[in-house]
């Protein structure tokens, strides 16, 4: 039987009960007859063990109607609350396995950053985000802004499912000269490009997935999405994640977009809702979430490249004219799950032309147990291009503004590490920022143990490796220069000033332990060490 509740919404938000592995519930929600939310949800009958929230503040005043379909409790809306808090946050952001300097939701799982953009002071963050429990579904857009990078503020969600499909990834613009007529008042009206994955959810039954556009006028407040979407139809069944930019040099708007098999196609547009095809590419080894960027080689702003990137972080290198990629450079990785948990990492968009850089981060692929929040951020990072002796090749950074964050700083001098005998540095904080630079000498193994998660390099083999995931990692005059950023449950491993980036998830066993450095089998140099403690940002 299908059970129904009205409810005058009189304070903040809805709270609901979860319990994971208890049936799925449809849920819908209608504010004064018209559909408000329909959600699948591990709606708890008895005790919870967490609660997720809609916020319905902007609605006080007006009548929700609750159905839940398909159940033999005709109480079961009674465990359902209506309150001015969110129930059971009373320790928000200090949960136990909280990260403390990378970005989570408050409240479920979140996957895939999508619409990055910049404008007036604000970073926008958007990612698929599942608000009603900690797996994947009920693909929303979550959104959250920051002023440094740092320091990130959640909003309301910003796209929500509907008959067309649940929100799939997808990017974000700024359309300054008002190219699609979108512009409504004084502000520049920031665009979405999102995949309606039709067929994902009981609304969207029997729809395919298409590409669509939401628009704001209020410097990324509200979202309204546009009534004539989709703006490209079907083209392969599970064509998704649309990647938009502007392209100076044919002034146009450039879309990448993948298909399927490996195959993405290019489109571009005057206007952001008209698309034509210029290009389809096959690239082996990669899939999902395209990006499209320009980058000056060795920080020479005559002698630029673009970057074509995948999700598994699989890239090419080349020149494009606004309808043809010419490749030079191929950098296929394999399956990111191999080389660390980082996957569909995308940069952002409008950045100022006065800072001018190319900033991205990524889903990290940790799963955090026991938590009423999974996933989280990698941390924000600048990309570079070098040369090297293999040719030109993408190098990944914390941005600077992670120096906000810093505590205590501490050097040391070099330090011989002698054959099975560590070196102990106690350092107390649970959230660091560690640079060493080391020497190999005669050592067949460096292992460095941070609270009892190990970070191994094998010499022989050149190759970096963390809770089971490993990079290669090629010495330089016998040398190697690592960085590696702690927080609770993920770790971030840069080698040879970004060549390796590697995320790795990693409940820290004892977060007291003092650090440990050893060489295994001869001896190494421990050229220099510098740590620095980073305060929480959610403090």
Not at 189 to 207: D, K, M, N, W
Not at 383 to 399: A, Q, S, Y
Not at 484 to 501: C, H, K, M, P, S
């Amino acid at each position: 039987m299908d059970v129904t509740k009205k409810v005058l919404i009189q304070n903040n938000y809805l709270c609901l009960p979860v319990k994971n592995g208890a049936p799925k519930r449809l849920v819908r929600c209608t504010i004064d007859y018209e559909d408000f939310r329909e959600f699948e949800i591990e709606l708890a009958e008895g005790e919870p063990d967490f609660w997720v929230f809609i916020d319905v503040r902007k609605f006080i005043g007006r009548q929700l109607s609750i159905t839940i379909y398909n159940t033999e409790n005709k109480n079961i809306l009674d465990t359902i609350e209506h309150g001015n808090d969110i129930k059971g946050a009373d320790n928000l952001y200090q949960e136990k396995y909280r990260p403390q300097f990378h970005y989570s939701a408050k409240r479920g799982w979140i996957n895939d950053p999508n619409g990055l953009v910049y404008y007036k002071g604000e970073y926008h963050l958007f990612y698929q985000h599942n608000p009603y429990g900690c797996k994947w579904g009920n693909m929303h857009w979550g959104h959250a802004v920051s002023r440094d990078l740092v320091h990130w503020s959640e909003l309301e969600d910003a796209l929500y499912p509907d008959e067309m499909g649940t929100m799939f990834s997808g990017s974000g613009v700024v359309d300054t000269n008002n190219t699609s007529g979108l512009k409504c008042g004084t502000e520049d009206p920031i665009i979405l490009f999102y995949t309606a994955a039709g067929g994902t959810s009981v609304q969207s039954e029997g729809r395919y997935f298409t590409q669509c556009i939401a628009y704001n006028n209020d410097r990324g407040r509200t979202w309204t999405k546009y009534q004539g979407n989709p703006v490209i139809g079907t083209i392969t069944k599970y064509n998704r994640d649309p990647k938009v930019i502007w392209h100076e040099d044919s002034q146009q708007w450039i879309m990448a977009l993948y298909l399927e098999n490996q195959e993405y196609a290019l489109f571009a547009s005057r206007n952001l809702i008209n698309w034509s095809e210029v290009g389809r590419y096959q690239i082996e080894g990669t899939g999902e979430c395209p990006d499209l960027f320009e980058l000056p080689v060795d920080g020479n702003p005559k002698n630029k490249k673009w970057v074509f990137w995948s999700a598994n972080g699989s890239y090419l290198i080349g020149t494009f004219d606004g309808r043809n990629f010419t490749e030079e450079y191929r950098v296929i990785t394999g399956s990111s799950i191999q080389t660390g948990y980082s996957y569909a990492a995308q940069t952002w968009n409008n950045i100022p032309k006065d800072d001018g850089r190319v900033i991205q981060i990524a889903w990290a692929t940790i799963d955090i147990p026991d938590m009423p929040f999974n996933g989280c951020m990698t941390f924000p990072c600048e990309l570079t291009l070098r040369t090297t002796d293999e040719g030109i090749r993408l190098f990944t950074n914390p941005v600077r503004e992670i120096e906000k964050l810093y505590g205590h700083r501490y050097s040391w001098e070099p330090q011989m590490l002698k054959e099975d005998t560590s070196l102990f540095i106690d350092v107390d904080s649970e959230l660091l920022d560690i640079c060493g630079e080391f020497d190999l000498g005669s050592a067949k193994r460096i292992i460095i143990d941070i609270h009892g998660v190990q970070l191994i390099y094998d010499v022989k083999e050149q190759k970096l490796s963390c809770m089971g995931k490993c990079a290669s990692l090629k010495p330089q005059q016998r040398k190697i220069r690592l960085r590696v950023l702690v927080d609770r449950t993920i770790i971030e491993i840069f080698g040879n000033e970004g060549i390796v980036y590697m995320p790795v998830g990693a409940i820290t066993q004892d977060k007291n332990k003092p650090l440990e450095f050893l060489a295994e089998g001869g001896e190494a140099m421990l050229i220099s060490l510098n740590i620095s403690t980073i305060n929480s940002i959610w403090i």
